[in-house]
């Protein structure tokens, strides 16, 4: 097993209550339960020795491993190559659209498809980031994992029917967990089914049962699927995007982490490992425009609803000079108890310590999520997701606090901790806000102190005007008291705060493209010219990128707009799939996989497909 496999080396597979990643060579090595922001089960992903894992591969060296999807499903597919024959594990959790639960089920379908192999299979749970203590029962039927802090785990073995009882897996005690050994010849099929807060002892399944879930959670994600009408040119990349944001949503709710995972590096042995298994407003706000886009109403609805409670919540506690009444992160149920812990009896990814949990920036000021905020509901409001009588009070109430407060410096969206600024892109997004409030009031009629907010408006046009255009760069910078670009500026003439044929716009692009941009790829910002509190440095941000796309394509440079998608495109993993951000040599870094970056890249393939038909 590699000790820490790059971070493109997985696949995502999940319930839509929690997920786990699969890597290349049949290892589970990141998965928490019951959630998302549980605590994990599985974290060999952090930390080779002490985080637990569960592999399936050839029981010797010398093969090659591809992976890939069942088409137009979740479903992940691990192939095993050698000169002996050719195998497959298949990997999926069935699907949960109930209420919450502690019961989750990873389905490992084992087979051979060609000649004859010999599998392996090794399963070392540690409970609570590896901090747990659990008992180890083995049966003939199969494993039951007592956690001390944590859910009981059952593994239940399928049994070959037919099959020579040599042949047949024997569990024997291994290491805190388990290990066996199956041989198996073209044809056969067997598996094991590992279950969290199991109703029962483990128990020997049936193919048959096996099969009704597979072809269950096949089904699904089909429909799904087919239910999109998007029908552009990039519909295998978009429709992989599409899946996993419906992978990244907790469903009892509609609210959609950032990532699944916690710690993984944007610098390789840095401190910039953060936990994302979280619900930013801004993050989930954007993924409205992806879903209403895509024709998934139900999902942008139930994120509304979602984020609706969040801001009747906040107008109760609005209060304090400064104190921002809609927090800019919260856990999928809603609470906001995010305090940032480390971890450090974990390793960390290749080293990159310290290992985070909690993330401290949950109470920021950041004031561009209530433009994201607004401008989703409004988008909602547009598209037949009216709101409330309650809900428009709690908006005009949420509106009203950001009229004594946009004039405030804040953290901004990056969420450095280099200290408060006037940031440029939180000025744009408070005069989003302010627009957004006054479309829905003009829109159905419904009462606002409309003078109030439209002066709250002009005036922030006028102070970006004034004071973020910097005359010698000919462009707009960062914030009022620097030079330093930022791409979130990006997102100006995506919002229509400018026109994307201006000139002042289109200078700032180009000086973007001087500054920001390597071989298509775009950066934040530079951390040398303006320091964030942190050390090191970081790749490219792969959201920045597919906004430059868009930027591009409605700035009138179709051509350079459709080959950086493309080359985009070519820095996925062999899967489609995309972390925060891209490193010097091409590999993935942070978290993994992140919705803004497949968000992003459905908004920028739709945006492009009626420019390039003309």
Request: with cysteine.
């Amino acid at each position: 097993m590699n000790r820490y496999p790059p971070i493109e080396d997985h696949g995502l597979i999940g319930d839509l209550q929690t997920s786990a990643l699969v890597a290349r060579d049949g290892t589970i090595d990141w998965f928490c339960s019951p959630r998302f922001d549980s605590p994990s089960i599985f974290a060999s992903l952090l930390d080779a020795e002490g985080g637990g894992h569960f592999r399936i591969a050839p029981d010797h060296d010398g093969w090659q491993s591809k992976q890939l999807y069942l088409p137009g499903t979740a479903i992940l597919i691990t192939r095993f190559l050698t000169s002996e024959g050719v195998g497959e594990v298949i990997d999926f959790m069935p699907v949960l659209q109930g209420s919450a639960t502690r019961h989750h089920r990873i389905v490992r379908v084992v087979r051979v498809v060609r000649g004859h192999m010999r599998f392996v299979i090794d399963c070392q749970p540690r409970f609570d980031y590896g901090r747990g203590s659990h008992k180890t029962e083995i049966s003939d039927s199969g494993v039951l994992f007592h956690g001390a802090n944590g859910p009981d785990v059952a593994v239940h073995v399928v049994r070959r029917p037919g099959g020579a009882a040599a042949d047949q897996a024997r569990l024997s005690p291994s290491g805190e967990g388990f290990r066996a050994v199956v041989s198996a010849s073209a044809g056969d099929v067997g598996g094991i089914v590992l279950e969290t807060a199991p109703e029962g002892p483990p128990r020997e399944l049936t193919r048959d049962e096996i099969l009704a879930v597979f072809e269950d959670t096949r089904d699904f994600w089909r429909r799904w699927v087919a239910s999109s009408r998007y029908r552009g040119r990039w519909r295998e990349q978009v429709e992989r995007s599409a899946m996993t944001l419906k992978l990244l949503t907790y469903q009892p709710t509609g609210a959609v982490v950032a990532a699944p995972t916690a710690g993984l590096p944007e610098q390789v042995g840095g401190e910039r490992n953060w936990d994302y298994r979280y619900t930013w407003v801004r993050d989930g706000s954007f993924s409205i425009y992806a879903l209403l886009g895509l024709g998934y109403a139900a999902e942008a609805e139930a994120f509304l609803r979602w984020l609706g409670d969040r801001v009747d919540e906040a107008v109760d506690s609005a209060g304090g000079d400064h104190v921002s009444p809609l927090k800019i992160m919260y856990r999928v149920d809603g609470s906001s108890d995010l305090t940032e812990e480390i971890l450090g009896h974990l390793a960390g990814w290749r080293e990159s310590r310290p290992v985070r949990i909690g993330n401290g920036a949950f109470d920021q000021l950041q004031l561009d999520i209530y433009g994201e905020a607004l401008d989703s509901v409004e988008l909602g409001d547009a598209h037949g997701l009216p709101l409330t009588h309650r809900g428009w009070e709690s908006i005009t109430r949420l509106v009203d606090w950001l009229y004594d407060h946009w004039d405030s410096p804040d953290d901004g969206i990056w969420e450095t901790r280099g200290g408060r600024q006037h940031f440029t892109y939180g000025r744009v997004m408070s005069w989003v806000a302010f627009d957004r409030a006054i479309r829905m009031a003009t829109r159905r009629a419904r009462p606002a102190d409309l003078s109030r907010w439209t002066g709250a408006r002009d005036a922030i046009y006028r102070q970006v005007m004034n004071r973020a255009w910097d005359p010698n760069r000919q462009a707009f910078v960062q914030h009022y008291d620097t030079s330093v670009l930022d791409a979130a500026n990006l997102y100006l003439p995506l919002v229509g705060f400018v026109s994307p044929r201006d000139p002042m716009w289109r200078s700032t692009l180009r000086a973007m493209d001087d500054e920001l941009v390597s071989d298509s790829l775009v950066y934040r910002y530079d951390p040398s010219a303006s320091p964030d509190g942190l050390r090191g440095s970081e790749g490219t941000f792969s959201m920045c990128t597919f906004w430059y796309v868009d930027a591009l394509a409605k700035s009138g440079r179709l051509d350079d707009a459709r080959l950086t998608f493309e080359k985009m495109l070519t820095y996925s993993n062999h899967l489609g799939l995309y972390g925060e951000e891209i490193g010097s040599a091409g590999e993935q870094l942070g978290n993994f996989p992140q919705a803004f970056s497949h968000l992003a890249l459905i908004t920028a393939a739709a945006a492009l497909d009626p420019l390039i038909e003309g």
